[in-house]
């Protein structure tokens, strides 16, 4: 007091007549939090009225809000007339039942509660002694998703191993392929990233390709094998083995191998057995990015996919895709997290603490790409006590039943013909009008066409893919509200559009 030359009684600032200002008054964050409750739940309950895709032109929003931020301060009232005027019809609603896009972002009440309680706590977890809830938490629920997938006790701390709540996959991926990279370097005895060599397939995910850059991975070091439809565009452990011997062959250092179970195109399966006999050999870390495929592996029916994930060193898998998580939850697992620790752990003076040092807990700052972290573990906490593992398989088993429902309306319409094979809940498809006589391209454009006429009704959202040169259009079930007859009749506004796409396309022939 008085250090800095003066005290509160010769203070230069005059006492205000304003109110006191109290960003967390515990009465007024009731209120408003209740009202903000109301909102979502009236906007859930509105949210089949809107068009699913956003119909606005870029900018849009820059004309209709002021340039600056307001000096005084607005009611909650006109905040929220806002969002209903501006911000709500620019939004493409992905929990719309609607969407059938890109994959579903899965919500859940349990998941929201748990949310309210992380944001509400705002515990910063970056080490165990930051907040020991957190770290414990997190590890808890980790080993005990790890046991609905039926993961090897090496990935567990029950065992020998552990996970970790990351952001995103692109972040599973760096972190491992860094820890990777390090234990490389150290065994070839040089800190030179120049040849090693990392391998995936063309269907590997785009993130795998950045992560390696991030890693100091030189880019043409980046081994994408080419997939065909022949095995289904997974990744071919015969043609993988042939890429690494001859980059042996070159003296260069086979590193980090990415598998996927569900690829984002098509949702094609690498045989992980395969590959891992390949990764052994030449002694590179096994990655499985099961971002979307993985969740359903919590039904015995689809664990098959994970066989061999035992001879892996890592896997991860996203329940904010379909496991009724909010974004962003990436769930990652590690066989020898100290690998993880030895490679991202920092120890600057003001994070010490006897317990770190002792190596007696956890410090998940040391499994990650920043130092905060927040109570994530919760959400999945709240997930999986609310609606327990029963539940969870049976919203898995739902999404899948609407999904083959989808297919069979397809395969029933011979103008259409279903591309891949469906194994999760994403139907590849195409309309395919006498392919004999119609090349590709005049194929694509149509499917373009049909694309643009279904989105643009706001009736039903989807995307396309281009996989093996064929143009496909993808329909993922699994929005968290979507029902049987939302499927049916996003159907309807298919077969309506390929109607008025093929009938144009007829008009257009005539008119040459
Ligand atoms: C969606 C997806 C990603 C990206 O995942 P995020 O965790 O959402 O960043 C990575 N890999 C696959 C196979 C995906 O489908």
Known sequence: MGSLGFSHDDSPFPQSDQQEFKP????????????????????????????????????????????????????????????????????????????????????????????????????????????????ELEMIVMDWLANMLKLPKTFTFAGTGGGVIQNTTSEAVLVTLIAARDKALERIGTDDTRNLVVYCSDQTHSTFTKASKLAGIQPRNIRSIPTSIDNEFSLCPVALRRAVRDDVAEGLVPLYLCATVGTTSTTAVDPLEQLADVASDYGMWFHVDAAYGGSACICPEFRHYLNGVERVDSLSLSPHKWLLSYLDCCCLWVKKPDLLVSALSTN????????????????????????????????????????????????????????????????????????????????????????????????????????????????????????????????????????????????????????????????????L
């Open 348 to 511: 600057p003076e003001y994070l010490k603490n006897k317990l770190s040092e002792s190596d007696s807990v956890v410090d998940y700052k040391d499994w990650q790409v920043g130092t905060g972290r927040r109570f994530k573990s919760l959400r999945l906490w709240l997930v999986l006590r609310s609606y327990g593992v029963e539940n969870l398989q049976s919203h898995i088993r739902s999404d899948v039943r609407m999904a083959k429902k989808f297919e069979w309306l397809v395969r029933s319409d011979p103008r259409f013909e279903v591309v891949v094979p469906r194994r999760f809940a994403l139907v590849c498809f195409r309309l395919n009008p006498d392919s004999a006589s119609e090349s590709s391209r005049s194929s694509e454009s149509l499917n373009r066409k049909l694309l643009d006429w279904v989105n643009s009704t706001g009736k039903a959202y989807m995307t396309h893919t281009i996989v093996g040169g064929v143009y496909m259009l993808r329909f993922a079930v699994g929005a968290t509200l979507t029902e049987e007859r939302h499927v049916i009749a996003a159907w309807k506004v298919i077969e309506e559009g390929a109607e008025a796409v093929m009938r144009s396309e007829m008009l257009g022939g005539k008119k």
């Open 24 to 135: 967390l008054d515990p009465e007024e964050f009731r209120k408003q939090a209740h009202q903000m409750v109301d909102f979502i739940a009236d906007y859930y309950t509105k949210i089949e009225s809107y068009p699913v895709l956003s119909q606005v032109q870029p900018g849009y929003l820059r004309t209709r809000l002021p340039q600056n931020a307001p000096y005084r301060p607005e009611p909650l009232d006109t905040i929220f007339n806002d969002i209903n005027r501006h911000i709500i019809p620019g939004m493409t609603h992905w929990l719309s039942p609607k969407f059938f896009a890109f994959f579903p972002a899965t919500v859940s009440t349990a998941a929201f509660l748990g949310e309210m309680l992380c944001t509400g706590f705002n515990s910063v977890g970056f080490n165990w002694l930051s907040s020991p809830a957190v770290t």
